[in-house]
């Protein structure tokens, strides 16, 4: 069983910039597909973000391409995601999961979330 831990979320001003981690442990993530998902007040989990378990090919949600930049390290069993331009809307709870790449659905349970909060 994978143990995700993500972490980075704060309060930032709109424009500003987050970088976050996801830490795997219990068992190593480089086998899978990783990716970030978010949850507003008030609405459904999203996709935004994916990454092969290679790492050399990604994919991203509309509202955050060009912004937000997802990358791994296997050797730290580590998923990261790096956004900038921060807007309003990118406001909620970042999670990351194992996922199946070309459907993006998760695999395994959620870790606890790290909240981005983005003031404007």
């Known amino acids: 069983q994978v143990q995700l831990v993500e972490s980075g979320g704060g309060l930032v001003q709109a424009g500003g910039s987050l970088s976050l981690s996801c830490a795997a442990s219990?068992?190593?993530?480089?086998?899978?597909?990783m990716g970030w998902f978010r949850q507003a007040p008030g609405k459904e989990r999203e996709f935004v973000a994916a990454i092969r378990r290679s790492g050399d090919s990604t994919d991203y949600a509309d509202s955050v391409k060009g912004r937000f930049t997802i990358s791994r390290d296997n050797a730290k069993n580590t998923v990261y995601l790096q956004m900038r331009s921060l807007k309003a809307e990118d406001t909620g709870v970042y999670y990351c999961s194992a996922i199946f790449y070309e459907s993006r659905a998760p695999i395994g349970s959620w870790g606890q979330g790290t909240q981005v909060t983005v003031s404007s």
């Open positions: 219990g068992r190593t993530v480089s086998p899978y597909a």
